[in-house]
C-alpha cells in the first residue's frame, strides 16, 4: 500500500479549516450598520442621515422628517395694470402713413390731432377710444399685412396712374380690408417679386440704401453675354450718375449665354437695364426672382400670397427688426 506524503508546512496551513471563535456569528462581522465614528458616543448606522450632526447642532436631525418651506415669490406684474395705449408715432406707423422716425416729424408740426385736439408733444401716448386725425383723414390702427406678388409685364409699380394704366394695386385688391403699399419699385416692362405691406417701419428699412436689401434677377439680352462683361459687373462699371456694381454675376445653367442671373443690393432707378446698355447690350426680359431672401415659388405669374409667419420673421431679421419694433 502506497503511503501518503507529508503535507507540506504551507499546504497544511491552506487546507487547515479556519477557526470559528465562539463569538464568530453571522452577524459579527463589521458592517456599515456598526461603524462608529471617531467622535461618536452610540452606535448608528454608516452614513446615513438620520445620525448626520450639523455644525452647530447639539442633537442630530432626521433630514428626512425636515420640513422646508417654499414661498413663492409674487410677481411683480400680478398686480400691474395692463397698459393698452400706445405711443403716437407707433400708431401712425401702424396706420401705414409713414415710419415712426417720419412720424414724430409729422408729430412736431401739428398735423396730426388726437380728440380734436393739436399735438405736437413727442411721445405721447393714444388710448382705445381716442380718434386720431390726419390732414382731416381719420386714421385707425391696422392689423399688419405682408403680401407677396409675382408681377407681370405692363403693370405699372403706383398706387394710381392719371393716364389709367394697369397698376400692381389692381391685382392685390382682394388680399386683405387694410390698405397695403408696395415695397419699392419694379418698372412697367420688369415682372417678378413684389412685396405689399402696411408696416411703415419695416417698408422704411426694406428702400433704405443703409440696408443694403438683396434681389435676384434674371436678364436677357439681345445677343451673348461675353465673359469680360460678366466680370465687370461684378468688378463695377461707371454710369453717368456714378460707379455701379452687381454683388453676383454667372451663366445660368442649360441656357444660352444671353440669360445670365446678377445680384444686387443698390435700388438706383433701372440700375440693370442701365448697367447692360452701358456694355452694349438690350434687355429682352428681366424678371426679379428673389426679394430680401423671398422668392416667387408656387406664386403664379399676376398672383399674390400672403407671407407666412416665418417669413415674415426673416423680414425682421434682414430689417433688423424685433417684431414689436413694427407693431
Known sequence: ??????????????????????ADTPNSYAKKGDYKGKDDKKEGDFGTKSNYKGKDDSKGGDFANKKFAYKKKPSKLENKEVDDKIRLNRFLANAGICSRREADKLIETGVVTINNKVVTELGTKVSPGDTVHYGGMLLQSQKKQYVLLNKPKNYITTMDDPEERQTVMELVKSACKERVYPVGRLDRATSGLLLFTNDGEMTKRLTH????????????????????HLIALVEGIQLEDGPAS?????????????????????????????????????VVKLDRMQFAGLTKKNIPRGRFRHLSEKEVGLLHRVCGLRPQDSE
Open 1 to 22: 500500500m502506497r503511503s501518503e506524503r507529508p503535507k507540506s508546512k504551507r499546504g497544511a496551513v491552506r487546507n487547515t479549516p479556519k477557526r470559528r471563535d465562539s
Open 209 to 228: 440704401p443703409s440696408g443694403k436689401v438683396t434681389k435676384t434677377y434674371y436678364v436677357t439680352v439681345d445677343k451673348n453675354i461675353t465673359q469680360n
Open 246 to 282: 452687381a454683388d453676383k454675376a454667372f451663366y445660368l445653367p442649360d441656357t444660352t449665354k444671353s440669360t445670365i442671373s446678377i445680384e444686387v443690393h443698390s435700388g438706383r432707378n433701372r440700375i440693370i437695364r442701365r448697367m447692360m446698355e452701358h456694355m452694349g447690350y438690350k
